[in-house]
């Protein structure tokens, strides 16, 4: 900024105007090193980030792999139905018991987490009772066959 125009040069809001505009440059200085600051810590957390994808992304990879490989030995002791059932079976019921103990966990919390349980649990009650009598008829249906 500058001091010349429409100013009163040597008047009362001239040093007024100055601590005003250097003030605004001090301001404008430190957002800037603010900015460069966060950029340069982002950049490593960005990359963590990044990496910790990744990772997830390889454990659920070895889930499958692992899902798979139980199957696998269970179609040698059962028949390939029945295998496939029991281990759906499984799965449903280590679901169905960590959801309870997590919804049990966030009431306990209380406050937001208490109301949040609760909305989870009403929504996962009403696809249960969707759910369950397609689910049923399915699997009589491919019993029949």
Do not use: H, K
């Amino acid at each position: 900024m500058s001091d010349t125009g429409g100013g009163r040069a040597g008047g009362r809001g001239a040093p007024a105007e100055r601590l005003a505009a250097d003030v605004t440059e001090v301001v404008r200085e430190e957002v800037r090193a603010v900015r460069a600051q966060l950029a340069d810590a982002a950049r490593p957390a960005g990359v963590g980030f990044l990496l910790l994808a990744a990772a997830g992304g390889c454990v659920v990879l070895g889930i499958g792999a692992a899902s798979t490989t139980t199957l696998r030995m269970l179609e040698a002791l059962l028949p390939r139905r029945l295998a496939a059932a029991g281990l759906t079976a499984g799965y449903l019921a280590a679901a169905a018991f960590l959801g309870s103990l997590g919804l049990q966990r966030l009431r306990a919390a209380g406050g937001s987490s208490a109301r949040l349980a609760d909305q989870v649990g009403n929504a996962v009650s009403s696809t249960a009772g969707r759910v369950m009598p397609a689910g049923t008829a399915a699997v009589r249906e491919g019993w029949e066959r």
